[in-house]
């Protein structure tokens, strides 16, 4: 009978000497879970995905204990290009924008 991999209960510990880029932050998904780089990226990818979808279709994404994401709408208005001073118009637009939770902002 083959032995099931034993996982820990411990989340994996998470540095920033390594980066924090996708690559990074797969590699710990794979150490806290014990699944495979493969399915730690698609893991990562898809969860991307899932925050993105919400936000264009509900415009927050609350995820208590880390924080909100959120679409904010940002107005038309007059600029001035840099280069001349002329007056220019700015379209408007939508960002995203992140409001950190209690145990996010207690942990810096």
Partial sequence: MAKKPTQSKKPAKVTAASGNDRNHLAGVIQAGTGCSGKAA????NTLLAALGASLKKNGKVQLVGF???????????TGRNPRTGEPMKVKASKSVRFKPGAALKGSL
Avoid at 41 to 44: D, G, I, L, Q, V
Wanted: proline share 0%; net charge positive; glycine share 6%.
């Fill in 41 to 44: 990226k698609e893991t990562f």
């Fill in 67 to 77: 924080g909100t994401f959120m679409v904010t709408k940002r107005a038309a208005r």
